[in-house]
């Protein structure tokens, strides 16, 4: 047996750390009072010192040290009373000053976690530092390699982060996938970002790597960027460890390095060899003091806690009765989960699992499609809790509740306006139905025929169409639950 042979049989594990890098939602940079705001026409939302200019010094933002708080709490970190900033020496040209302010051995959380599907994971840190500008390669398919030019917007140069880092502490794909979704349900909950990951505002960095089965040294590591999505950090990482896999097991070595994720070929590419510390030449920030937050901030950034993602949707379950993935959807967006409970609270009939079908289903269709948010809604969450209302009593069927939902959202009013206009009263008149379920049977003497003689296939094939000619014949009014039992009772 060849020694290509015996690696081919060894049994290797993942091992993969994610850094999150997350743009807080404040109104104004880091260090400076230039806007903090997505889309703004390139090179307009700067300053001296965002720019890096000779003379300039950086003020820090108040509002970024209460975010970084709110952070430890909702993450359990350790927040120790002092941090302090660090200057990362490079070069590049979105970074104007050659240097990142960020931190580095003091930072403002460490050592955390988070519990993703019953699981903790631990976080080794969360700190804050400057986003850089922002690079486009012109030609070439935008690879910097290939490119005819390069411009840069320096409008992010200096937007507040918070740097959180896990430990190597992921096996599969899989459950990065789920701590990066957990995490990011987390931060849109506290309100310090809106973690849009296809505006650049939550990026995500993967290091991955494999080892033997049963043993504890941690492999060659490499790390992957570009990855816009939490489904492009699942494909990035399998087609990783597929490539390290077969590398090691014809006996390439693995080369630290960091790699680009490619989205339309579905494979990485080699980058640049991957510094370590040392190479950035870490000093303190001698242009900054400590960060001592006190004990009211720490008190206020407690408070300022809501009922967590994984909380809410526990909760959500016992009490409402809805599936763990309705719960999921639902509480991933916080003002739809905000909306839903204001409209369970409201109800006089229907139950909270319907309120909940309509926020997950039509209701966050339409957002997604009108970009709007369920504040902006004409259908207030009491309004949603009348139309549910009105189907749980039979005043109207679920069919009859989409076209007056559709008018609800349209501003023509509330539910039963809407339903009494446009002339939408389901029928449960039970004498009416019969006459018209015996209408039905008399018109069509072979089909009740085949399904009384049809085998299981017949029958619900011959049911389904007499259903279809009462609905008909009612003109859709009809209660479909009174319809069917009346049918029932005719066919037997």
Known sequence: MSSNEVQAEIQYETVIGLEVHVELATKTKLFCACANEFGSEPNTNICPVCLGLPGSLPVLNERVVDFALRIGEALNFTVPQRSIF?????????????????????????????????????IERAHMEEDTGKSTHVGGGGR???ADHSLVDYNRAGVPLMEIVSHPAMRSSEQARGYVSELRAVLLAIG???????????????????????????????EIKNMNSIRSLGRAIDYEVERQTIAT???????????????????????????????YRFFPEPDLAPVAPTDEMRAAA?????????????????????????????????????????????????????????????????????GSEPNSWALSPIALAELVGLVGDGAISRSQAKEVLAGCLAGEGAPSDVASARGLAQ????????????????????????????????????????????????????????????????LA
């Open 427 to 490: 029928v449960s008149d039970e004498g009416a139905l019969a006459a018209i379920i015996a209408g039905v049977l008399e018109a069509n003497p072979d089909a009740v025929a085949e399904y009384r003689t049809g085998d299981e296939k017949a029958q619900k094939k011959k049911r389904g169409f007499l259903m279809g000619e009462a609905m008909k014949a009612s003109k859709g009014q009809g209660n479909p639950a009174l319809l069917n039992r009346l049918l029932d009772a005719g």
């Open 192 to 222: 310090v970002s809106d973690v849009k990951m296809e505006e650049g505002s939550m990026r995500v960095d993967a290091n991955v790597s494999i080892r033997p089965v049963g043993t504890t040294q941690l492999g060659t590591k490499v």
């Open 302 to 370: 407690r408070a300022a806690i809501p009922e967590l993602p994984a909380a809410l949707r526990e909760r959500i379950v016992a009490e409402w009765q809805v599936a763990e993935h309705d719960a999921r959807v639902l509480v991933a967006n916080p003002a739809l989960s905000d909306y839903a409970q204001e409209s369970v609270a409201a109800l006089a009939s229907g139950s909270a699992r319907d309120v909940v079908n309509w926020c997950t289903g039509e209701l966050l269709a339409y957002g997604n499609e009108t």
């Open 249 to 279: 097991n014809t006996g390439e070595r693995i080369v630290q390095e960091t790699r680009h994720w490619d989205e339309s070929e579905g494979i990485t590419h080699g980058m640049r060899s991957k510094e370590g510390s040392s190479d």
């Open 144 to 146: 910097i390699h290939d």
């Open 86 to 122: 660090h200057r990362k020496n490079y070069f590049y040209p979105d970074m104007p000053k050659d240097f990142q302010t960020s931190q580095y051995d003091e930072p403002i959380c460490a050592e955390g976690w988070i519990e993703v599907d019953g699981e903790r994971i631990g």
